[in-house]
Every structure is written in C-alpha cells, then in structure tokens.
C-alpha cells in the first residue's frame, strides 16, 4: 500500500504560455486550449494522472493568465485572488510559474513579483516553449543563481509532460504556503475582484508607484537574463510574412471574410453527404424495427418516439463536430487575435471592443463559455453590452435547425456564378445574428452602458501550424457531448412527447370512417400535446405556424435542438407513408387536414429560421448570465427583447414572403 | 516624434511614454520599456489598430490614439 501525501501546486503564468495545455497534458484533462491570449478565464482543478503509480498525490489548480499581479480585468482579479487566498485556505504548496520562451523576460517579471510573495522555496519556474531545447543546464543554473528559484525547461509541444511530471515529483513539498508580502494593489484595481480584499493582505499604493515596480521588476528581469539566449526568430520571421498580408490595409477585411464564408459554406456543403448517409441509417433502423415489431402501442414508441425524436437530431452529429473542427483548426493557428484587430475598428464604431471579437467568436460554438469569456473586457459597460448581445451570434445548437430548414426548402440553385443558394442562406442567418448582435451593442452602449471604450492593446501570439490531432480531439469532445445530450434530455423528452401525444386516445366515434391519415391526424389533435398546441395556436398563427410547430417552439426553450427532436416525434406519428422516412421528407409531405395543402412553405420555414435567429432559447444560457451579472434583472430583459425581436422579425418575413 | 508617425518598417527606439496611466501601465505589463526597439508592421485601414512589432520577436496589436501616446527617438 503507497503511501497517501498530498500536494497541491498552483500555475500561473503570462496569457497564452501553456498552462492550460500542460495542465492537460500531465492531468488528462480538457481545458480549452488555443492560441491566443485569455482563453482560461476560471480556475481548473486536476489530479495528476501518474498518481495512481505514486505515494506522492499531485494536484494542479490552472488559473486565468496575468501579466503582473495587479489585475485590470475580471479573469486576472480570479488569479490575483487565488494567491490572496493562499492563507486562508492553506490549500498549496507549491506554485509554479510557467514563463513564455518567447518572451522570456517579460514573463520572468511576473515570476520574480510572485517570488516576492509567496517567497523562493515554494516556487519554480518551468519555461515553454522551449522547442528546439536551446536552454541548456547551465543557463539554468544562472537562472536559479540569481533568482533562488529551481528552474526547468521545456515544450509543450513536444508533448514532454514526462519531464514536468517527473520534475515535480522530485520537488519536497514540506510546508503549505504563507504569503510573505503584501501584494501591492491600485484602487482602480480592486474594483475587479467579486469581494474586496481584506486590507492585511494588500497595500494600496497610488498609480506612479505601482508602475515603478512594474518597472523595477523588468529591469531586475532583464539583468538575470543577461546570459540567457533569445530563442531563434525563424517562427517570428514566418509571422512577419504571414502578417504582411492578413494585416494589410488592402487585404486584410477580404481575408478575414473569405475565410469566415470558407468556414460555413464547408460546414453546409462538405459534411452534408456524411449528414445523409447517417439519415439513410436512420432511417433503415426505423423501418426494420417496424418490420420485426408487432404493430401497437410499443412499436409507435420506439420507432415514433425515441427514432424519430432522438434519430431526427443524431443526424446533426457530423455537422456539429465538423463545426469545432474547423474552429480548432483556426484557433490554434493564431488568426484569432488578428481577427480582433481588423474588427476592432468596425467594433469600435458599435461601441465594442476589439477584444469582444474574442468572446464573440467563442459564441459560434455556445454561448456559454463566450459570456464568460468577457471576462477578459476591462471596462464593466464594454462588457455588460458584449454579455448582452453574445446569445444573438449563431451558435452550434441553431445548427440542426437550420441545416433542417434550408435543406428542406430553399431550392438549390447558384447565385451570381459562384455562391449556392442553400449555403449563402446559412451564411446570411449566421451574418443577420452578428449584426444584430452589433447593433443591439450600438443601442446599450448610447443609452443604458454609455461611456469611453478600454484600452485596445493586445498580443499577437506567433502563428503555429494547427494540429490535426487536437482538432480531431476537440471535435471528438464535443461529438460525445452532443451524444451524451442525445441520449439522455433529448431521449427523455422525445418519450414525454410521444406521451403527451398519444395519450388520451381519441373518441372511437370520431374515427368511423375515416382514411388511415384523417385518423392518425385527428388522433394527434385529440392529445394532450395537441390541446396545448391548439391553445398557443392564435399566438403563433400570425407568423406562420401551426400548433405543431408551436409545441416545437415551446420545447425549444429549454434547448433548441429539441425543437428539432420535437418535430421529429410529432411528425413520426403523424406520418401514414411508408415511403418517408426521414424528418425532411415528411415536412415536405405534411398536408392541412382541411385544405389539403402543405403546411411549410418556403414563408414558413424563414419565418421559423428567424425565431431561432434572436429568441434566447437555452436555459443553461440563462443560468450562467444570472452568475457572470448576479441578478436575474438583466437575464430576463435579454429573454424579453431577443423573444420579441424573434416575433416581430418572424411577423415580418412571413407577411413578406407569403 | 510619436510612434504613430514613424513609416511601417523603420525601427526606432522608445524614448518615453505620455501619462496617460491605463496605457502606460499595460504596455510595461507586456515588457514594452523606453530604450527598447519598436517597428510599425502594418496599419488596418479606416484609421484602424497598428501591430507592432516589439524587440525582435514579439508582436501586438494597439489603436491609432494608444499609438499616438509612445514616444521614439527621431
């Protein structure tokens, strides 16, 4: 039996110099990792893998990247408050700061401010990015002469985690840490932490003084490096030449559009054969479980109710890991921060930061991490319009209901010799979400959040090749995530539906006599869902919809995939035709009992499209605006104006088009 | 001369920074010190952000007006 120490070891470190990469790497973890800066914004906790070979129990807590301890944001201010806590808790004893070899100096400042509080003998310096291993033993060693600090190097990339992990394993991890100083804090500072710092752990000092040890650190930084080589600049001579172009005046908008449009036109067109290939599956599943089963109550709900409603957003699975693919891919690459220079001027005019492109970007996959992402946003009322208008950008659980929708009725055809018509109206919902995004901002920020724009000084981190590997594994993540969804609330409610609209069966009386369609329809009405719908009805019916569509906009608050598992339900039971067998082909072959018509009309299905462009429907959404803002005053003031933006712009496309 | 005025491509070293604190602070946060070397690497048009590049290997981007507040040498 080994025997059970425990330790704990807190990282920090400058933006984007790994930490959340080796905390992957050495706890198998899944913190989102990128290159650029401000991706970590709260603290991760992880238990090192090798724990299970060793006596010694190694945990690591990742945190926000700072660049010094005197935060100018809400992420920094969650790091500062970390070590602040330090003597309250007890809770590590060791902390190691991760500097950036590709900016060494820079980042050994902060390391020698953290030395100044947590003291020489509960810290190490661990450098990255030391990819081609230029840092030799002897460097090292001036460094720790110098600094009193034991110091390692080594890369990320590579994939050593071997060499951090033993490392830390020789390291004595006697005491728990006592903060040995103050830290020095401005008063503009403390404002960004969720509760003041008690005074005994801090000192206020005015802003000349609080530059001038910034300054004092960098000049002492700078003399223990004096022997230390700078890291060859091949990488910097490539970013140089990549940079001419994406930065350049001329250039630089048009790049940033074609690869944006590159991104959704690849997402429609190149995963929709693998889309219908899992449709076909589908679909061959339902038919051969209706074959096998004896017809009844039990066969309409396992292939109604679980293929229909599970199998009709399942379809969706390529798309959505297709999606983070590419946005790894871009991620990693180092585009991102550049994206926030060419936009920050178009920004700047909706009253937003450049540096809100980030969060922005975040919301194309959810806008859950995208809220708090603004974390980064310096200025609260930058931050509260960008938190506000985050929900409006398109995100990955719009998705299956537009690729359902304009799939099944916008005819195919080429615009202007180049552009599909199905794909250019996916990239229109996806631009028509951002600029009302922007505009929305516009309007906060000239009435309710008025006021000067933060600061606009970012890093522009070296470009580097994206991996395959780590896309494939964010994509892969995600996939399983959607699944988990897929086979847990989605499952659950596709049997509440199936539920709700079998049961009460209708009056035999009313069936005598009628078409097996007539019967399958007039018992859906009868139902208890089709009551509910039938009392939404006259809500809905100016925009289009039917009760059927009504009871899919209602479950879709919750999510909105469920919209589409809904339909795919309600529909299934519906359907007479044995021919049909995807969702798509019976929309299509949906037909108003009393004209005889169909029901969706291309009016119909844009009319829905832009519902699903503004309305606020996702409760996990609502939950984390109610923690990042801490009331629910202004969560509920953003699911009022998103819903009524939805109504009024579905009222009016469909008054348009029909 | 501030660094706004510099051509894209001609280096030059930082002789001061202006007062204004938010801007000062920050840049000494990424390590950006007078004596040190700085060159203009491209200009985003409509009177956009300029990057920077900084030493010989780091690289960021900041406004016109944050710009203006760096001054070079001549």
């Known amino acids: 039996m080994l025997k059970q120490v425990e330790a704990t070891i807190l990282l920090i470190g400058f933006p984007n110099a790994g930490k959340s990469t080796f905390f992957n790497i050495l706890t198998g973890g899944t913190r989102k990792v990128s290159n650029y800066s401000g991706v970590t914004v709260d603290v991760g906790h992880g238990d090192i893998e090798s724990n299970k070979n060793e006596g010694l129990q190694l945990k690591l807590i990742d945190l926000p990247g700072v660049y010094n301890l005197i935060p100018t944001s809400y992420d920094e201010a969650v790091t500062v408050q970390s070590l602040l806590d330090l003597n309250d808790y007890h809770q590590a004893d060791k902390v190691v700061v991760l500097l950036d070899y590709q900016r060494l100096e820079a980042s050994l400042s902060l390391g020698l401010a953290v030395r100044d509080v947590v003291g020489d003998e509960n810290l190490v310096f661990v450098i990255n990015k030391d990819d081609e291993s230029e840092i030799n033993a002897e460097m090292r060693e001036e460094i720790k002469q110098r600094t009193g600090v034991q110091t390692l190097s080594t890369s990320a990339l590579q994939n050593n985690g071997k060499v951090l992990d033993d490392f830390l394993r020789t390291l004595s991890y006697a005491n728990k840490i006592d903060l040995k100083n103050k830290l020095p804090m401005t008063e503009e500072s403390v404002k960004y932490f969720r509760k003041t710092p008690e005074l005994d752990r801090i000192s206020l000092k005015s802003d000349t003084e609080i530059s001038s040890t910034i300054n004092w650190y960098h000049d002492k930084s700078r003399d223990v490096l004096e022997k230390v080589i700078a890291p060859k600049n091949t990488k910097a001579k490539i970013t140089e030449k990549i940079d001419r172009f994406v930065l350049n005046p001329f250039f630089g908008g048009a790049i940033f559009l074609s690869i944006f449009y590159m991104i959704f036109h690849a997402l429609y067109t190149w995963a929709g054969p693998v889309m219908e290939l899992v449709e076909t599956a589908i679909g061959g599943v339902g038919e051969l479980l209706t074959g096998i089963m004896p017809e009844g109550l039990l066969q309409s709900l396992i292939v109604d109710g679980v293929i229909g409603g599970v199998g009709g957003v399942l379809v969706f699975l390529p798309q959505i890991m297709f999606l983070f693919f590419l946005l790894s891919l871009l991620e990693q690459s180092g585009y991102i921060a550049r994206a926030a220079v060419v936009t920050d001027k178009l920004m700047g005019y909706f009253g937003l930061n450049g540096k809100a492109f980030l969060p922005y970007m975040s919301g194309f996959a959810c806008a859950i991490p995208g809220i708090m992402a603004a974390r980064t946003l310096s200025n609260p009322r930058e931050r509260v319009a960008t938190i506000m208008t985050i929900p409006l950008i398109t995100c990955s659980a719009r998705l299956p209901v537009y690729i359902l929708l304009i799939g099944t009725f916008v005819p195919k055809q080429t615009v202007l010799g180049i552009f599909d018509s199905q794909a250019l109206s996916f990239f229109f919902l996806y631009f028509l979400g951002s600029a009302a995004a922007l505009v929305i901002a516009k309007v906060l920020r000239l009435s309710f959040f008025k006021g000067e724009s933060g600061n606009f000084i970012i890093d522009l981190p070296l470009y580097q090749r994206p991996s395959l590997k780590a896309a494939f594994m964010q994509a892969w993540r995600k996939g399983k995530a959607f699944l988990k969804k897929a086979g847990t609330i989605i499952l659950a409610l596709s049997i509440v539906i199936w539920v709700l609209s079998t049961f009460p069966k209708a009056n035999p009386d009313l069936l005598v006599g009628k078409t097996e369609a007539q019967v399958a329809s007039i018992s859906l009405e009868q139902s208890m869902l089709g009551t509910m719908g039938r009392t939404v009805e006259p809500v809905i019916k100016p925009i289009g919809m039917d009760w059927k569509m009504g009871v899919g906009l209602l479950v879709s608050f919750g999510a909105r995939e469920l919209f589409v598992s809904a339909m795919g339900t309600l529909y299934a039971l519906g359907d007479v035709d044995e021919e049909s067998e995807s969702l798509r082909q019976r929309l299509i072959n949906e037909k108003d009992p009393v004209t005889g018509k169909p029901v969706y009309s291309l009016a119909v299905a844009w009319s829905l499209l832009i519902f699903f462009v503004f309305a606020l429907q996702c409760t996990g959404t609502m939950g984390v605006l109610r923690k990042e803002l801490g009331s629910w005053k202004v969560p509920l003031i953003m699911f009022t104006y998103m819903g009524t933006l939805g109504y009024l712009g579905s009222w009016i496309v469909y008054t348009y088009l029909s | ?74």
């Open chain 2, 1 to 74: 001369m501030n660094l706004l005025e510099l051509k894209v491509g001609e280096p030059r070293l930082i002789k001061d920074f202006s007062q204004n604190q938010s801007v000062y602070f920050k840049l000494l946060s990424l390590g950006i010190l007078p004596g040190d070397e700085i060159e203009i690497m491209g200009k985003a048009p409509f009177g956009g952000p300029i990057s920077i590049k900084h030493g010989s290997q780091t690289f960021l981007a900041l406004r016109r007006s944050e710009a203006k507040q760096i001054e070079v040498e001549s």
